[in-house]
């Protein structure tokens, strides 16, 4: 839905008598309370007059639609601004403020809930009708504060009743959320600072995740459905993601970040995956011949016509049927039982000496710095290099 509706008109501005400006071709329309804004498009002995109707429709379209504000004062409310940033993200793409916009990937829906939930805090905090450039450095301390006493607890889409103080970990993380919305408008000119730039988002460091032995993997599939031994293979044994393993197609197509189309699925003969990950990046990921052999006969039992490479299973029954499997093959099931798997994996890779850590963390899908923070950890084999 359109935040406004305008008409711009297009029109040229006359060369000055003293001969010192050239006639230039502008745009022309009202802004908030009516007030008059202009903007240049360019010398008119450049431009044709075809050409500049042209870009008066490509800028009438952009504000009609919400891709850029109507005008930079008094600027979005928090009301519209939700909104018009949940857009963008959805669709990982920018509004057109200026030419040197930073490009920002899309959001999972993961990180989409957790930047509404963020927004959610703010409108119940400063209200709809607060505009976003308004909020100063003195503003943003006022709602850390009241978020971290848990008076803003009526924002949240579950626990609305829950009261009192938010441990340290939340409030970081609602942070660093806010502090990334707010450097989002400010690269992209809808506010001139911002005013959450010194907020401290770093999460304090959880316990490593637990590390699943192959031989827990191998019992894991032992007994298992084909199309479940390929989701965890895909996981323990390349490192993807809960996701990336559940969407991953035998072979296709896929757009990613910077727009271009690339393959996607199952290369037999280099014995790779190919995928869209996370902020639809590309990467590619080595099949070891353990995966290899599961991946093969996954595919001789597939039934015509299947696209996924672990038809039939949904998002809907993931981990508790993870759970159910776990306790048929004797093994407690553990914490948080699909990542286990992938820092397992990339833990694995970790202790090879002959994989360099940026390569291993290529394969993974993520930065050195979120490897070492969150994924890779001490392992009983680099122990005994010391103990013997």
């Known amino acids: 839905m ?139 301390e006022a709602w850390a504060d009241a978020l971290a006493a848990g008076d803003l607890a009526s924002a949240r889409s579950v626990n609305a009743s829950r009261t009192g103080p938010l441990s340290e970990n939340t409030l970081r993380t609602a942070s660093r959320t806010v502090k990334a919305i707010f450097g989002w408008a400010r690269s992209n000119g809808l506010i001139h600072a911002n005013p959450f730039e010194d907020f401290i988002g770093t999460g304090i460091k959880a316990k490593p995740n637990p590390d699943v032995p192959l031989d827990d993997f191998r019992k894991l599939c032992e007994d298992a459905p084909q199309a479940w031994k390929a989701m965890f293979g895909l996981c323990r044994l390349a490192g993807l993601r809960r996701s990336e393993a559940l969407s991953l197609p035998w072979d296709g197509t896929r757009i990613d970040h910077e727009g271009a189309e690339v393959p996607v699925g199952i290369d037999w003969d280099g014995k790779r995956i190919a995928v869209v990950g996370k902020g639809d990046r590309f990467r590619q990921v080595p099949i070891c011949k353990e995966l290899y052999g599961i991946l093969l006969a996954t595919f001789h039992e597939a039934e015509d016509g299947a696209e996924r490479v672990v038809d039939p299973i949904n998002d809907n029954n993931l981990e508790r049927e993870m759970k159910r499997l776990l306790r048929a093959a004797g093994l407690k099931p553990w914490k948080k039982p699909y990542q286990s798997l992938r820092s397992s994996c990339e833990n694995g890779w970790k202790v090879n000496p002959d994989i360099p850590e940026a390569t291993y963390c290529a394969w993974i899908g993520h930065s050195l710095d979120v490897s070492r923070k969150h994924y890779v950890s001490p392992q009983d084999s680099e122990f005994e290099i010391v103990t013997g």
């Not at 297009?10 to 050239?22: A, D, E, F, M, T």
């Not at 498009?41 to 050409?51: D, F, V």
């Not at 928090?78 to 959001?107: C, I, N, Q, S």
Request: aromatic share 8%; proline share 4%; hydrophobic share 30%.
């Open 2 to 140: 359109a935040l406004h509706s305008v008409t711009t008109t297009v029109y040229l501005l006359k060369r000055s008598q003293s001969g010192n400006r050239p006639a230039t071709w502008c745009l022309k329309w009202a802004g908030h309370g009516g007030k008059q804004l202009t903007e240049s498009l360019g010398r008119a002995s450049r431009m044709t007059k075809a050409q500049a109707k042209k870009l008066r429709q490509q800028k009438e379209q952009d504000i009609n639609e919400g891709r850029v504000p109507l005008d930079k004062g008094p600027g979005l409310t928090l009301a519209e601004f939700k909104g018009f940033y949940l857009r963008h993200r959805t669709r990982g793409d920018a509004p057109k403020v200026r030419r040197t916009t930073k490009r920002y990937a899309k959001l999972g829906d993961g990180t989409l809930r957790m930047h509404d939930m963020a927004l959610r805090y703010l409108v119940e905090f400063f209200g709809p009708s607060c505009h976003l450039d308004s909020i100063t450095t003195l503003d943003a």
